[in-house]
C-alpha cells in the first residue's frame, strides 16, 4: 500500500522542477509570477472560509450547550460590509494583475531593445517547420536559438488550427491558416527544452513536439553553418510533400530554400506555385 503511494507520488513531484514552475526565459518568469500573485489572492479568500467553515460547524455542534442559535437575527451593516468588500477587493486587484500583465507581455511586444533573432514557423500535421529567413535554411521538428537573444516568431499554420507551445519559455499562442500571428520569446539559460502542440489536431497530435535548443552565440553559428553545409533543399514541391500528414517525423535540416516561402504559405499558394520557384 504505501510503497503503492510512494509510486503514485513520486512523478508528481519529479514533473514540478519542468514546464510553466521552472521558467527559462523572461516571459515564462513574469508569467510565474502572475500565476503566485494570483494564487495568493486567491487563498486571501478561500483559506478563511474553510477554517470557518470548520470552526462554525465544531461550535454550534449538538454538544456545545454554550452555542446560541438566534433565529430572529435579520441584519448587520458590519457584515455585510466584510462579505462584499472581500470579494470585490478580489477582483480588483486580480483585474488589475490581468490588466497590466496583458499589456506587458503582449505576444508581439518586442523583449529589450536588441535585433532579435527571426524565425518563421508552421504547424503542419503533425510536425513544425521551423524557417530561418535571414539564414536560408530551415528545419523540422528541432528549434535551435542563441542563448540571451530575443526570438521573434512569425506563426502560422499550413493546415488546421493550432497552438504553439515552450512551457519553460511562456506564451502559448494559437497559430491559423492564412494568418499571421506574433510572437517574441527568448531563453536566459543553455538547454534543452520541449516544445509541444496545445491544441487536439488529429491522430498525430500526440506526437507533435519538437526540440528547443538553447545554445551560446557561438555554437548557433557553427549550427547555422553546419545547416547550410546539408543537401537537403526545400523548395514548394518539397513543402507540398512535407506537409502531407505525417507521424513521429524525426528531424530534419534544409540547407536552402525557396525565396519567400513562408509568404507563399500564408498566402496559401505554395501548391500552385510547384514548379515556379527555385532554391537558393
Not at 430572529?72 to 478580489?90: A, D, F, N, Q
Request: glycine share 8%; charged share 15%; aromatic share 10%.
Amino acid at each position: 500500500m504505501r510503497n503503492g503511494l510512494l509510486a503514485a507520488i513520486v512523478p508528481l513531484l519529479v514533473s514540478c522542477g519542468d514546464g510553466v514552475t521552472a521558467p527559462k526565459g523572461p516571459i515564462a518568469a513574469a508569467e510565474l509570477t502572475i500565476l503566485q500573485n494570483a494564487t495568493a489572492i486567491m487563498l486571501a479568500v478561500i483559506l478563511p472560509v474553510i477554517i470557518l467553515t470548520i470552526v462554525f460547524a465544531w461550535w454550534f455542534r449538538s454538544t456545545n450547550r454554550r452555542a446560541r442559535y438566534l433565529p430572529s437575527w435579520e441584519y448587520s451593516g458590519r457584515i455585510e460590509m466584510i462579505v462584499w468588500s472581500i470579494p470585490t477587493l478580489v477582483i480588483v486587484f486580480l483585474g488589475g494583475i490581468a490588466w497590466v500583465s496583458s499589456h506587458e507581455l503582449d505576444p508581439p511586444r518586442a523583449i529589450g531593445s536588441g535585433h532579435p533573432l527571426e524565425v518563421d514557423v508552421v504547424s503542419l500535421d503533425w510536425k513544425w517547420l521551423f524557417i530561418y529567413p535571414s539564414e536560408g535554411i530551415a528545419s523540422v521538428n528541432h528549434l535551435v536559438v542563441p542563448v540571451g537573444v530575443p526570438v521573434e516568431f512569425h506563426l502560422t499554420s499550413g493546415s488546421v488550427m493550432n497552438s504553439f507551445f515552450v512551457p519553460e519559455l511562456g506564451s502559448q499562442i494559437y497559430v491559423m491558416a492564412g494568418m499571421v500571428t506574433r510572437l517574441n520569446l527568448q531563453a536566459d539559460q543553455a538547454g534543452s527544452y520541449q516544445g509541444l502542440s496545445a491544441q487536439f489536431s488529429g491522430d498525430g497530435f500526440s506526437d507533435m513536439r519538437f526540440e528547443l535548443s538553447a545554445v551560446p552565440s557561438d555554437q548557433f553559428s557553427d549550427w547555422i553553418e553546419e545547416a547550410k553545409s546539408k543537401q537537403e533543399q526545400l523548395d514548394i514541391a518539397g513543402y507540398d510533400a512535407l506537409a502531407r500528414p505525417s507521424k513521429a517525423v524525426p528531424p530534419i535540416t534544409f540547407g536552402r530554400i525557396a525565396p519567400d516561402l513562408f509568404e507563399a504559405i500564408v498566402a496559401e499558394r505554395a501548391s500552385a506555385n510547384a514548379s515556379s520557384q527555385p532554391v537558393r
